[in-house]
Nanobody
Framework: QVQLVESGGGLVQPGGSLRLSCAASGRAVSSENVQWYRQAPGKGRELVAVIGHLGTTLYGNSVKGRSTISKDNATNTAHLQINNLKPEDTAIYYC?????WGQGTQVTVSS
């Protein structure tokens, strides 16, 4: 059974940074594509970033240039670092592997 557990969200001031984590069990992140999505209140889900099984990365326009997606194969964890956070980054952030989704972690950017 595949389980994904996100962590690292919280309340942060504009301009701050957060590093989100996605701990996986049942699948090895080293051999999977891992995606991060987010959903803001009243909006649809938005693809934030993808890291392929070979390490190639892709970023959504909204975070391009200020975010980094990575994988730690030793801990079977994926990470998403977002810098220069903006109020419009406020959302629940989810990681996914194939059809499996975590429960999400809330990120709130506010002064």
């Amino acid at each position: 059974q595949v389980q994904l557990v996100e962590s690292g969200g919280g309340l942060v001031q504009p301009g701050g940074s957060l590093r989100l984590s996605c701990a996986a069990s049942g699948r090895a992140v080293s051999s999977e594509n891992v995606q991060w999505y987010r959903q803001a209140p009243g909006k649809g889900r938005e693809l934030v970033a993808v890291i392929g099984h070979l390490g190639t990365t892709l970023y959504g326009n909204s975070v391009k240039g200020r975010s980094t997606i990575s994988k730690d194969n030793a801990t079977n964890t994926a990470h998403l670092q977002i810098n220069n956070l903006k109020p419009e980054d406020t959302a629940i952030y989810y990681c996914t592997i194939t059809m499996y989704w975590g429960q999400g972690t809330q990120v709130t950017v506010s002064s």
